[in-house]
T-cell receptor, first 110, second 112 residues
Framework: KNEVEQSPQNLTAQEGEFITINCSYS?????LHWLQQHPGGGIVSLFM???GKKKHGRLIATINIQEKHSSLHITASHPRDSAVYIC????????????FGKGTKLTVNP | EPEVTQTPSHQVTQMGQEVILRCVPI?????FYWYRQILGQKVEFLVS????????KSEIFDDQFSVERPDGSNFTLKIRSTKLEDSAMYFC??????????FGPGTRLTVT
């Protein structure tokens, strides 16, 4: 059974700070998603990655398959980045289902 | 940009009633999913659907639940006899090739 753990659970930052959210998983995976959940509850997919690094604007996601670890970085954070960030993993073996972490609640203060 | 839509945004129902949650996936997607999130908890997988049949389901997805693609656009989740513990946010997602998934805005189900 794949367990997905995130840290920290809560994160408060000042506008402009560099943010890192971590995700680790217990079994081999085929791909990992980073998702953003807004206060109203909607979920937006930020990245899907299976190796290396991806960048979109101020967001960077990295994954280390050997260490079973992924990180989401936000550069020059802004109050509009305040949300819950969730990592979710596809297990190896062709399973389509996602196993979710509990999420990291990020608050960026002006 | 194409998006997944869900209706209704909020559904209130009495215990024991049947509810149908509706989703319109992105039009060229072939894989469809339902997830739920009980308030304050992590998102959980319910079921995946491909080629007009269930491809995978979780232990949560018991006989009370069913899914259907009644036409070329809608994907529905039916709960036959709702219980208080079914109160949650239900998310539909779709995928073109079975990996990158796009989520709908969710339906908040409240069972009283």
């Amino acid at each position: 059974k794949n367990e997905v753990e995130q840290s920290p659970q809560n994160l408060t930052a000042q506008e402009g700070e560099f943010i890192t959210i971590n995700c680790s998983y217990s079994v081999g995976i085929s791909a990992l998603h980073w998702l953003q959940q807004h206060p109203g509850g909607g979920i937006v997919s930020l990245f899907m990655l299976s190796s290396g690094k991806k960048k979109h604007g101020r967001l960077i996601a990295t994954i280390n398959i050997q260490e079973k670890h992924s990180s989401l970085h936000i550069t020059a954070s802004h109050p509009r980045d305040s949300a819950v960030y969730i990592c979710a993993a596809h297990s190896q073996g062709g399973s389509e289902k996602l196993v979710f972490g509990k999420g990291t609640k990020l608050t960026v203060n002006p | 940009e194409p998006e997944v839509t869900q209706t209704p945004s909020h559904q209130v129902t009495q215990m024991g009633q049947e509810v149908i949650l509706r989703c319109v996936p992105i039009s060229n997607h072939l894989y469809f999913y339902w997830y739920r999130q009980i308030l304050g908890q992590k998102v959980e997988f319910l079921v995946s659907f491909y080629n007009n049949e269930i491809s995978e389901k979780s232990e949560i997805f018991d006989d009370q639940f069913s899914v259907e693609r009644p036409d070329g656009s809608n994907f529905t989740l039916k709960i036959r006899s709702t219980k208080l513990e079914d109160s949650a946010m239900y998310f539909c997602a779709s995928s073109e090739a079975g990996y990158e998934q796009y989520f709908g805005p969710g339906t908040r189900l409240t069972v009283t």
